[in-house]
């Protein structure tokens, strides 16, 4: 399974990094933008994603996701991992497509429960 770490901040795409590396294959992304055209280009099984990036943001980077006819995983799970603890900011990620919302500092087994639920519900559907 190959997931992609969207974060700017690199101590939090270590700690994800070095938490899920043994569960996964992991790649990083530095921002929306950089995620969107490696979403285009590869094939990867979920996105964790942070909300508020340079660039672009989580949120418009999975409404991008979404709504990309080139892209191979536009129906991919996105999990937000997020300090952005706004009911508003939280509504808008998953109105543009997210699958779940988690606020850092993340338990790490909850969010290999998340991404465990996430993967069962898309291997359902496909």
């Given at each position: 399974m190959?997931?992609?770490?969207v974060d700017d901040n690199p101590i939090n795409q270590k700690f994800l990094y070095y938490s899920l590396k043994k569960y996964y294959e992991i790649e990083t992304a530095d921002n929306g933008l950089e995620a969107v055209e490696m979403l285009?280009?590869?094939?990867y099984d979920l996105v964790l994603m942070d909300l508020s990036m340079p660039v672009m943001d989580?949120?418009?980077?999975?409404?991008?996701?979404?709504?990309?006819?080139k892209n191979m995983n536009k129906n991919i799970p996105i999990i937000f991992v997020t300090t952005n603890d706004f009911e508003?900011?939280?509504?808008?990620c998953m109105k543009n497509g997210g699958s779940d919302y988690l606020i850092k500092q993340v338990d790490i087994d909850e969010?290999?429960?998340?991404?465990?639920i996430q993967l069962n519900q898309r291997n359902e559907v496909f």
């Open positions: 190959k997931l992609l770490i285009e280009q590869k094939s989580g949120a418009e980077a999975t409404l991008q996701i979404r709504k990309s006819l508003h900011e939280r509504v808008r969010l290999l429960n998340s991404i465990d």
